[in-house]
């Protein structure tokens, strides 16, 4: 069965950084498209960035381009996605998602879901 789990989201001041990752088992990790989305209360869940299966063409949202980084490590089958400067507008539940066929920002296209961390920028 395929598995997606967050970690290291919390509490952080505005202005500082927290480093997520996404842990996944159950299904053939290094054919996978990684994504991170999340969803602050009273929104629609938004494509944060993603990264194919082979690393290549790391996409980010226009509002998190200069300030988070996404990895793959196929070793560990984890996707990490490092976040700095975070401010109150990244205040949301961030969650992974896994595709074997596409990495589009549109969540609707992403077959597996992690159940999210949450993470709150205080200002």
């Known amino acids: 069965e395929a598995q997606l789990v967050e970690s290291g989201g919390g509490l952080v001041q505005a202005g500082g950084s927290l480093r997520l990752s996404c842990e996944a088992s159950?299904?053939?990790?290094?054919?996978?498209?990684i994504g991170w989305f999340r969803q602050a209360p009273g929104k629609e869940r938004e494509g944060v960035s993603g990264?194919?299966?082979?690393?290549?063409?790391?996409w980010y949202a226009d509002s998190t381009k200069a300030r988070f980084l996404i990895s793959k490590d196929d070793r560990r089958n984890t996707v990490d996605l490092q976040m700095n400067a975070l401010d109150s507008d990244d205040t949301a539940v961030y969650y992974c998602?896994?595709?074997?066929?596409?990495?589009?920002?549109?969540?609707?296209?992403?077959?597996?879901w992690g159940q999210g961390t949450q993470v709150t920028v205080s200002s």
């Open positions: 998602a896994a595709d074997p066929d596409s990495c589009y920002s549109e969540y609707r296209s992403w077959d597996y």
């Open positions: 159950g299904f053939t990790f290094d054919d996978y498209a």
């Open positions: 990264i194919f299966y082979d690393k290549t063409k790391p």
